[in-house]
């Protein structure tokens, strides 16, 4: 169902970042109202960590329509937003076996939301609950849910590709238990915080979720592309 009506890019160019900033100022900054617009004036929402991120946009294919985003930032000398916001058990760093990330900044439009209601919390992955209903873009069905798992299955590509086996996220317990009985392996390593609501801090192998062959099976099989990919096609 994802493969057949979405597609995962890689923003590698200005115009595909520019796509991603676009995105999450609508859905943070004029949809749920957590960052001012005002910061804003270009209408393209960005933090100090974009600068050591990797970011992905999803696209709608009968549309074209630019429908959702999410970045894996990239630990470095400054602590990543799960480190700031959460008492974590565990210190985060780069080490032999792979480097470490965040998801973050993952979001949808809210034509395919549940309704407008929906909180996608400004850092990680929120607001998701077993309600969730089937999206309606142009006539074209897609659960959300499938649209997260794509992004998830893009970066978990990404990831093995590029050595970053340890990922680090923010969640609702709600979100936690939907991607649990989908097949991902999540350990919580620290106490919750008060950000949008409680998140849970979480961790997860991205090498053995790339490698998940039972959440993969029979979707998700293109991960992503280029977008610089499209000026050639």
């Not at 590029?162 to 620290?190: C, E, F, P, Q």
Request: aromatic residues 14%; contains cysteine; charged residues 25%.
């Amino acid at each position: 169902m994802f493969d057949h009506y979405y597609e995962v890019f890689l923003a590698d160019t200005p115009k595909s970042k520019e796509i991603h900033y676009s995105i999450r100022y609508q859905v943070y900054c004029e949809e749920m109202d957590f960052e001012n617009k005002s910061d804003f004036p270009l209408e393209q929402e960005f933090d100090e960590y974009d600068s050591h991120s990797v970011h992905f946009i999803v696209s709608h294919k009968p549309s074209g329509h630019w429908v959702g985003d999410m970045r894996l930032i990239i630990k470095d000398d400054q602590l990543l937003p799960i480190e700031r916001l959460c008492l974590l058990n565990e210190n985060i760093n780069n080490d032999a076996s792979g480097l470490s990330v965040e998801i973050s900044r993952l979001c949808l439009l809210k034509e395919i939301r549940r309704r407008s209601t929906d909180i996608i919390p400004p850092y990680g992955i929120g607001g998701y609950d077993s309600s969730i209903k089937d999206a309606n873009v142009n006539n074209n069905r897609c659960d959300n849910r499938d649209i997260i798992w794509g992004m998830i299955y893009a970066a978990a590509k990404y990831s093995y590709y590029h050595g970053m086996s340890h990922w680090y996220y923010m969640t609702t317990r709600a979100l936690d238990k939907i991607l649990r009985k989908g097949g991902l392996n999540m350990m919580v390593i620290g106490e919750p915080c008060q950000h949008k609501g409680l998140r849970y801090p979480f961790k997860m192998d991205a090498f053995a979720t790339f490698h998940n062959d039972m959440i993969w099976k029979g979707d998700y099989n293109k991960g992503y592309r280029l977008f610089s990919e499209l000026q050639l096609d």
